[in-house]
C-alpha cells in the first residue's frame, strides 16, 4: 500500500471526488442560514409538543390494554355532598412517618388521598414537609399490606383466620399471664400520643403484670440524659436558630436527620436570606464522617468522634482561661482540664487559623451563637457543650417556655437484654410487638428472635409482614395512618390531630383500637372505637384545661377542620447549670486516665451510645 494510502467512507466518495468535495465545502443545506419569519413558525410550544406526544403514547398502550379483569367502575348511588368530580379536598392531618408529628393537609380526588403537603397552620413545620412525609401516602396503597389477620409461623398452622379467633386467644392468654403473674411485654416506639399513652397505661392496669419497652432506632437519649444531669430536666427547650450568627456543629447532623429536621432547616436558612439582612450567619462543622450539616458548612473540619470532648474541652479552656471571656456568672469551674488549643489542632493535624477563627467568631457573637452535639456523641460531650454555651451566654437562645415532650421514656439495653433473659427462662408468657420490628432493629447478639421462640403467644401488630411478623404466633393487620385516628403532642402548648381521609381498604384495625378490645374482655369491636375513646378523653381530660369560649363540639370540629391548637401552657422557669455535672469529664488518654463507657443504650444498626457517666480507671 502507498504512502498515500485514505480511508473512504463510501463508494461515491472513492469515485465521485468533485461532488464530494463540493458537499464537503457547502457545510449547511441551502436555504438553512436564511433569515425567516417568526409568524410563519408553528404556535406549538416545545412543551405541548411533548404533552401530546406523552399522551398519545398513553393512549395506544391503554387501547392495547383489556380491562375486562380490572374491576368495575361503580358510580355514586347517592353522591356526598362535599365532593365534586374533578375538585380536590383537602383534609387536616398528622404525619406519623417520624418523630417530628408535622402537620400536613392530604388532597383527595373522589375519596381517594393523591398529595400530602405541610399544613401552614402549624406553628412547628409552618407548611414544610419533607420527602418521607410525602412519601408515607405511597405505604397506604402498597400491593404487599396485609388484607386480614393470619397465622404466624410460631403457631404451627399457616393461612389466614378471624379478628374473632385472633381476639379470643390473645384475651384468654392475657388473662392467663395476670393469673400466674407471667410477664405481658409490648414493644413500641416512643409515644407523642397523649389518648395512646392513656390508653396503654389502662391496659397496663386491666393486666398489671404488663411492661411496656420503648425504644428507637434513631434518638436523642444522651441529649435528653446530659440535659437533666446539667439542668435537673429532660423536656429540652427549642433553639432560636434564626437569630443564631454562628453555629458550630459536632457530629450534628441538625440540618439532616437529627432533631425537628423541617423547623432547623426553616429557621436556620432564615438566617442565610439576602432579602431578609445583609449578613448570613456562619456554620463551622466538626465531624468525622459527611453529613448533609457538614456539606452545607462554611467551614468544615474532620475530628474522630471520640476526640470530640477534648475539643470541647480545649474550647473552653482558650475562651475562659486564656481570653478570659466567659459571660458565667459565678467562677469558673476548676474540674476541667487544661486543653490547649495550639496542642489540640497539632495532636488531630487540624488548621489552627481555622479554630482560632472559630473562637473569635464565637466570642465577637456570644450570647448569639449555638454550639451543637449530636445524638452520637456520649452524655459527656453533651455536658461540656452545654457548659461552652453557658460561658458564651448562648442560653439566651433558649425557649424554655415551649420544650419537647415525651410520653414515654427509652428503655436501656439492659431492660432489653434483661427481657430477652425472661422470655427464655419462660417468665414471659406474651410479647406484643406495637408497631415495631425489633427482630431487625435490635443486635442480633441480643438474640431476641431465638427468644420468641420460647414465649407462648407472640402478637405482631403491623402494616406488612417484617422480620417480627414471621417469628409471631398471629400477625394482626393494622390502619395505615391515612385510616386512623389520633392526637399528637411534640412540644408545650402544641396539639395536632390526626383524622382518617379514607376508610379502611383491607381487614384491618387501629392498634389503639385492638388495645381497648382486649381490655373489654369480650372481644367486642366496632369502628368507631378509638374514635369514641379519643373523644371522650379530650371531653373529660383536655378541654376543661383550654378554658375556651365555646362548647366541645365546635372546639372539636374546628379543631379537625384546622388540624392544630396552640394552648397556654408553660414548661418551666429559667434554666440554672449545675457544678456538679462537671465532675469526671476527661478525654481518653488525658492525664493518666482512661475511659469506661458503660450504661449505654441501643441506637440501632448495632450501636450503641452512652447514657451514664465516664468512670476514671488507673492507666494500665
Given at each position: 500500500?502507498?504512502?498515500?494510502?485514505?480511508?473512504?467512507?463510501?463508494?461515491?466518495?472513492?469515485?465521485?471526488?468533485?461532488?464530494?468535495?463540493?458537499?464537503?465545502?457547502?457545510?449547511?443545506?441551502?436555504?438553512?442560514?436564511?433569515?425567516?419569519?417568526?409568524?410563519?413558525?408553528?404556535?406549538?410550544?416545545?412543551?405541548?409538543?411533548?404533552?401530546?406526544?406523552?399522551?398519545?403514547?398513553?393512549?395506544?398502550?391503554?387501547?392495547?390494554?383489556?380491562?375486562?379483569?380490572?374491576?368495575?367502575i361503580v358510580p355514586y348511588n347517592k353522591e356526598p355532598e362535599e365532593i365534586t368530580p374533578g375538585v380536590s379536598n383537602s383534609y387536616a392531618s398528622t404525619c406519623s412517618g417520624c418523630g417530628q408529628a408535622c402537620g400536613i393537609l392530604v388532597k383527595t380526588r373522589e375519596g381517594r388521598p393523591i398529595k400530602v403537603d405541610g399544613n401552614p397552620d402549624h406553628p412547628v413545620n409552618l407548611g414544610k414537609i419533607c420527602a418521607k412525609g410525602?412519601?408515607?401516602?405511597?405505604?397506604?396503597?402498597?400491593?404487599?399490606?396485609?388484607?386480614?389477620?393470619?397465622?404466624?409461623?410460631?403457631?404451627?398452622?399457616?393461612?389466614?383466620?378471624?379478628?374473632?379467633?385472633?381476639?379470643?386467644?390473645?384475651?384468654?392468654?392475657?388473662?392467663?399471664?395476670?393469673?400466674?403473674?407471667?410477664?405481658?411485654?409490648?414493644?413500641?416506639?416512643?409515644?407523642?400520643?397523649?389518648?395512646?399513652?392513656?390508653?396503654?397505661?389502662?391496659?397496663?392496669?386491666?393486666?398489671?403484670?404488663?411492661?411496656?419497652?420503648?425504644?428507637?432506632?434513631?434518638?436523642?437519649?444522651?441529649?435528653?440524659?446530659?440535659?437533666?444531669?446539667?439542668?435537673?430536666?429532660?423536656?429540652?427547650?427549642?433553639?432560636?436558630?434564626?437569630?443564631?450568627?454562628?453555629?458550630?456543629?459536632?457530629?450534628?447532623?441538625?440540618?439532616?436527620?437529627?432533631?425537628?429536621?423541617?423547623?432547623?432547616?426553616?429557621?436556620?436558612?432564615?438566617?442565610?436570606?439576602?432579602?431578609?439582612?445583609?449578613?448570613?450567619?456562619?456554620?463551622?462543622?466538626?465531624?468525622?464522617?459527611?453529613?448533609?450539616?457538614?456539606?452545607?458548612?462554611?467551614?468544615?473540619?474532620?475530628?474522630?468522634?471520640?476526640?470530640?470532648?477534648?475539643?470541647?474541652?480545649?474550647?473552653?479552656?482558650?475562651?475562659?482561661?486564656?481570653?478570659?471571656?466567659?459571660?458565667?456568672?459565678?467562677?469558673?469551674?476548676?474540674?476541667?482540664?487544661?486543653?490547649?488549643?495550639?496542642?489540640?489542632?497539632?495532636?488531630?493535624?487540624?488548621?489552627?487559623?481555622?479554630?482560632?477563627?472559630?473562637?473569635?467568631?464565637?466570642?465577637?457573637?456570644?450570647?448569639?451563637?449555638?454550639?451543637?452535639?449530636?445524638?452520637?456523641?456520649?452524655?459527656?460531650?453533651?455536658?461540656?457543650?452545654?457548659?461552652?454555651?453557658?460561658?458564651?451566654?448562648?442560653?439566651?437562645?433558649?425557649?424554655?417556655?415551649?420544650?419537647?415532650?415525651?410520653?414515654?421514656?427509652?428503655?436501656?439495653?439492659?431492660?432489653?437484654?434483661?427481657?430477652?433473659?425472661?422470655?427464655?427462662?419462660?417468665?414471659?408468657?406474651?410479647?406484643?410487638?406495637?408497631?415495631?420490628?425489633?427482630?431487625?432493629?435490635?443486635?442480633?447478639?441480643?438474640?431476641?428472635?431465638?427468644?420468641?421462640?420460647?414465649?407462648?403467644?407472640?402478637?405482631?401488630?403491623?402494616?406488612?409482614?417484617?422480620?417480627?411478623?414471621?417469628s409471631c404466633s398471629y400477625v394482626l393487620p393494622i390502619h395505615h395512618a391515612f385510616e386512623s385516628w389520633g392526637d399528637f403532642k411534640v412540644r408545650t402548648g402544641v396539639y395536632s390531630f390526626q383524622q382518617p381521609v379514607i376508610a379502611p381498604l383491607y381487614d384491618t384495625r387501629q392498634?389503639?383500637?385492638?388495645?381497648?378490645?382486649?381490655?373489654?374482655?369480650?372481644?367486642?369491636?366496632?369502628?368507631?372505637?378509638?374514635?369514641?375513646?379519643?373523644?371522650?378523653?379530650?371531653?373529660?381530660?383536655?378541654?376543661?384545661?383550654?378554658?375556651?369560649?365555646?362548647?366541645?363540639?365546635?372546639?372539636?370540629?374546628?379543631?379537625?377542620?384546622?388540624?392544630?391548637?396552640?394552648?397556654?401552657?408553660?414548661?418551666?422557669?429559667?434554666?440554672?447549670?449545675?457544678?456538679?455535672?462537671?465532675?469526671?469529664?476527661?478525654?481518653?488518654?488525658?492525664?493518666?486516665?482512661?475511659?469506661?463507657?458503660?450504661?449505654?443504650?441501643?441506637?440501632?444498626?448495632?450501636?450503641?451510645?452512652?447514657?451514664?457517666?465516664?468512670?476514671?480507671?488507673?492507666?494500665?
Amino acid at each position: 500500500m502507498s504512502s498515500e494510502s485514505r480511508y473512504w467512507k463510501s463508494l461515491r466518495g472513492l469515485y465521485d471526488k468533485d461532488s464530494v468535495n463540493e458537499a464537503k465545502a457547502d457545510e449547511f443545506m441551502a436555504g438553512v442560514t436564511d433569515d425567516f419569519d417568526l409568524s410563519d413558525l408553528s404556535t406549538m410550544s416545545r412543551k405541548q409538543f411533548l404533552a401530546l406526544l406523552t399522551a398519545s403514547a398513553a393512549f395506544a398502550a391503554a387501547g392495547c390494554n383489556s380491562y375486562r379483569d380490572r374491576g368495575e367502575i361503580v358510580p355514586y348511588n347517592k353522591e356526598p355532598e362535599e365532593i365534586t368530580p374533578g375538585v380536590s379536598n383537602s383534609y387536616a392531618s398528622t404525619c406519623s412517618g417520624c418523630g417530628q408529628a408535622c402537620g400536613i393537609l392530604v388532597k383527595t380526588r373522589e375519596g381517594r388521598p393523591i398529595k400530602v403537603d405541610g399544613n401552614p397552620d402549624h406553628p412547628v413545620n409552618l407548611g414544610k414537609i419533607c420527602a418521607k412525609g410525602q412519601g408515607n401516602i405511597l405505604n397506604l396503597y402498597d400491593p404487599y399490606r396485609l388484607r386480614g389477620p393470619i397465622y404466624g409461623s410460631a403457631s404451627g398452622k399457616s393461612g389466614a383466620l378471624t379478628w374473632k379467633q385472633a381476639d379470643e386467644t390473645v384475651i384468654q392468654q392475657l388473662e392467663e399471664c395476670t393469673g400466674t403473674s407471667k410477664e405481658i411485654a409490648i414493644l413500641t416506639h416512643s409515644i407523642q400520643s397523649p389518648t395512646a399513652a392513656k390508653a396503654l397505661n389502662a391496659f397496663r392496669a386491666k393486666y398489671p403484670t404488663t411492661r411496656l419497652y420503648v425504644y428507637d432506632l434513631f434518638n436523642d437519649a444522651t441529649r435528653r440524659r446530659a440535659w437533666e444531669v446539667c439542668y435537673g430536666a429532660s423536656d429540652l427547650p427549642t433553639i432560636a436558630w434564626e437569630r443564631a450568627r454562628v453555629v458550630l456543629a459536632l457530629e450534628s447532623d441538625f440540618l439532616g436527620t437529627e432533631g425537628m429536621t423541617i423547623e432547623q432547616i426553616r429557621k436556620f436558612t432564615d438566617g442565610r436570606d439576602i432579602m431578609k439582612s445583609k449578613e448570613f450567619n456562619r456554620l463551622y462543622a466538626v465531624e468525622g464522617s459527611m453529613s448533609l450539616t457538614g456539606a452545607n458548612a462554611d467551614y468544615r473540619l474532620r475530628l474522630r468522634p471520640d476526640a470530640q470532648l477534648e475539643f470541647v474541652l480545649a474550647l473552653i479552656n482558650e475562651i475562659a482561661v486564656v481570653r478570659k471571656k466567659s459571660m458565667t456568672r459565678g467562677a469558673l469551674s476548676n474540674q476541667l482540664p487544661p486543653v490547649s488549643l495550639t496542642s489540640f489542632a497539632e495532636k488531630y493535624s487540624l488548621s489552627l487559623e481555622i479554630l482560632q477563627h472559630l473562637v473569635a467568631d464565637l466570642i465577637e457573637h456570644a450570647g448569639e451563637s449555638i454550639v451543637h452535639a449530636g445524638d452520637v456523641p456520649p452524655v459527656e460531650v453533651h455536658v461540656a457543650v452545654n457548659y461552652l454555651n453557658e460561658i458564651l451566654g448562648n442560653t439566651r437562645l433558649y425557649d424554655t417556655a415551649a420544650r419537647s415532650v415525651l410520653f414515654s421514656s427509652l428503655a436501656p439495653a439492659s431492660e432489653i437484654e434483661s427481657l430477652v433473659g425472661r422470655m427464655k427462662s419462660g417468665q414471659v408468657g406474651m410479647v406484643v410487638h406495637f408497631g415495631t420490628n425489633p427482630v431487625y432493629h435490635l443486635p442480633k447478639a441480643f438474640g431476641y428472635e431465638q427468644a420468641l421462640k420460647s414465649v407462648p403467644v407472640t402478637v405482631s401488630l403491623t402494616e406488612s409482614e417484617d422480620e417480627t411478623s414471621r417469628s409471631c404466633s398471629y400477625v394482626l393487620p393494622i390502619h395505615h395512618a391515612f385510616e386512623s385516628w389520633g392526637d399528637f403532642k411534640v412540644r408545650t402548648g402544641v396539639y395536632s390531630f390526626q383524622q382518617p381521609v379514607i376508610a379502611p381498604l383491607y381487614d384491618t384495625r387501629q392498634k389503639e383500637a385492638v388495645l381497648l378490645t382486649w381490655m373489654s374482655g369480650k372481644g367486642s369491636f366496632k369502628e368507631t372505637q378509638y374514635h369514641e375513646y379519643l373523644m371522650n378523653n379530650w371531653e373529660k381530660d383536655v378541654f376543661p384545661k383550654l378554658n375556651r369560649k365555646v362548647d366541645f363540639k365546635t372546639f372539636w370540629y374546628a379543631a379537625l377542620h384546622d388540624g392544630v391548637i396552640s394552648a397556654d401552657e408553660k414548661a418551666g422557669g429559667e434554666l440554672t447549670f449545675r457544678p456538679e455535672a462537671l465532675a469526671n469529664l476527661r478525654p481518653p488518654g488525658l492525664d493518666g486516665f482512661v475511659v469506661s463507657l458503660h450504661q449505654s443504650h441501643y441506637v440501632g444498626d448495632g450501636a450503641f451510645a452512652n447514657n451514664g457517666w465516664l468512670q476514671e480507671l488507673p492507666h494500665p
